[in-house]
Each structure stands twice: as structure tokens, then as C-alpha cells.
């Protein structure tokens, strides 16, 4: 059973920084992307950062140079470093992964549970 679990959530001031760590494990064939959404309660989920299995990246315009998308050697890893937070980071995260895993062919969208960031102020 193909799993996607986050880690590295949790409190901060603002200003400071946080890494998230997402990892996929099942029968995974291959994975296109991984990339991280938030929603913050009352909003709709929306994309923070991407990574291709090319090594591209996509960033939300409120993250961008603040934000650090990356890949793991195992490729089957994705990581967010977060630096600067302010208070509007504040919401839960999910780890994203686009792959074809068993006992599916062809590519799908695989979400982990969420780990919560809470930035005060």
C-alpha cells in the first residue's frame, strides 16, 4: 500500500525556520513530481512548491525566496525548508507525490495526512 507520510511540523516564531520531510514507500514504480500544498482553516488548499522528477521547481509567489524545495538522493523523498515564516504560513501541509504505483499503471495523486505549522507572532 503506497503511503506518503510528513514530518517536521510544529510551532515557531516568526521569523524563524522549519524543514518538512515527506516520504513515499509502497510498490512505487515511478514518481513525476512531489511538491507541498497548505490549507489554512476557512481557505482552499493551495500549491507552495513543486519538484519534477527533472529536478524543476515551482514556487507559490508568497514563498518564493523564502522557500526551499528539494529532493532526497532516494528520489522518494521530498523536503521544504521554510525559512523567514511569518504568521500567514500558518496552516496544515501536505506532501503531494504524482507517481504510478501497484496496482495502478498509469500516473495518480497520492496524498499524505498533513503535519501542522503554526507560526506566532
Known amino acids: 500500500q503506497v503511503q506518503l507520510v510528513e514530518s517536521g511540523g510544529g510551532l515557531v516564531q516568526a521569523g524563524g525556520s522549519l524543514r518538512l520531510s515527506c516520504a513515499a514507500s509502497?510498490?512505487?514504480?515511478?514518481?513525476?513530481?512531489m511538491g507541498w500544498y497548505r490549507r489554512d482553516p476557512g481557505k482552499q488548499r493551495e500549491l507552495v512548491a513543486v519538484?519534477?522528477?527533472?529536478?524543476?521547481?515551482n514556487y507559490a509567489d508568497s514563498v518564493k525566496g523564502r522557500f526551499t524545495i528539494s529532493r532526497g538522493n532516494a528520489k522518494n523523498t521530498v523536503y521544504l525548508q521554510m525559512n523567514s515564516l511569518k504568521p500567514e504560513d500558518t496552516a496544515v501541509y501536505y506532501c503531494?507525490?504524482?507517481?504510478?504505483?501497484?496496482?495502478?499503471?498509469?500516473?495518480?495523486?497520492?496524498w499524505g495526512k498533513g503535519t501542522l505549522v503554526t507560526i506566532s507572532p
Open positions: 519538484i519534477t522528477s527533472g529536478g524543476t521547481t
Open positions: 509502497g510498490s512505487i514504480s515511478n514518481i513525476n513530481r
Open positions: 503531494n507525490a504524482n507517481m504510478v504505483a501497484a496496482p495502478y499503471g498509469y500516473p495518480m495523486d497520492y
